[in-house]
């Protein structure tokens, strides 16, 4: 189903707001945000943090985007899970996904 246009228009000036906080270095604002519900200034701190190497945090922020079938997160929280060696856990999470038909 084709969302409204408002809809459509709003999440593209979120979604630019959060991509310049993250380039303009405002993890603040962007933490902000993404407490308020902002799903793309999670998105953004998490890769704004990973690219920092603070992957632990980037982890726990992108995690409940990934918990919910974001395909992007889910592919963020691999490939830091990846990068710090956690296999335990991406075994999980390669069985939540056989689970889920994936």
Known sequence: MISPLGEDTQD???????????????AGELRERATAGDEHARRQLAGWLADRARTQEAIELI????????????????????????????????????????
């Open 12 to 26: 593209a000036v979120q979604w630019w707001q959060a991509y310049q906080l993250a380039e303009n270095d405002q």
């Open 63 to 102: 995690r409940p985007l990934a918990d919910t079938g974001d395909d992007i997160a889910q592919l963020w929280l691999a490939r830091w899970l990846a990068e710090r060696d956690e296999v335990a856990e991406l075994r999980l999470l390669a069985g939540w996904e056989n689970s889920q038909g994936g």
